[in-house]
């Protein structure tokens, strides 16, 4: 079955910066789309970052433009996410997902992500 574990989560003060990681099993992962998701207290789960089997297409919900960088690895089976000018209103529980569809495209949608993280927390303190 596909798993994808998280980590790099942890307490950072605002303006700083963290890397998250998650690493996948059960799945042919250079063929599928990534993404990161993150949930705050009492919000809804939001798309943070997205990016392409290929590696050539990245997308990102625009409150993190700039600050943010997704990446990842083939041949690790890893996706990155470089948190950067944090700031206390990114605090969130993170988690990363894998595309249920091989070879799509980009989409911010969390009903088109069909195996998810156990989620790692990022809080900035202010």
């Known amino acids: 079955q596909v798993q994808l574990v998280e980590s790099g989560g942890g307490l950072v003060q605002a303006g700083g910066s963290l890397r998250l990681s998650c690493e996948a099993s059960g799945r042919t992962f250079g063929k599928y789309v990534m993404g990161w998701f993150r949930q705050a207290p009492g919000k809804e789960r939001e798309f943070v970052a997205g990016?392409?089997?290929?590696?050539?297409?990245?997308y990102y919900t625009d409150s993190v433009k700039g600050r943010f960088t997704i990446s990842r690895d083939n041949p690790k089976n890893t996706v990155y996410l470089q948190m950067s000018s944090l700031k206390p209103e990114d605090t969130a529980v993170y988690y990363c997902?894998?595309?249920?569809?091989?070879?799509?495209?980009?989409?911010?949608?969390?009903?088109?992500?069909?195996?998810w993280g156990q989620g790692t927390q990022v809080t900035v303190s202010s």
């Open positions: 990016i392409s089997w290929n590696i050539a297409t990245t």
């Open positions: 997902a894998i595309q249920a569809v091989a070879w799509g495209t980009v989409r911010p949608a969390a009903q088109d992500y069909d195996y």
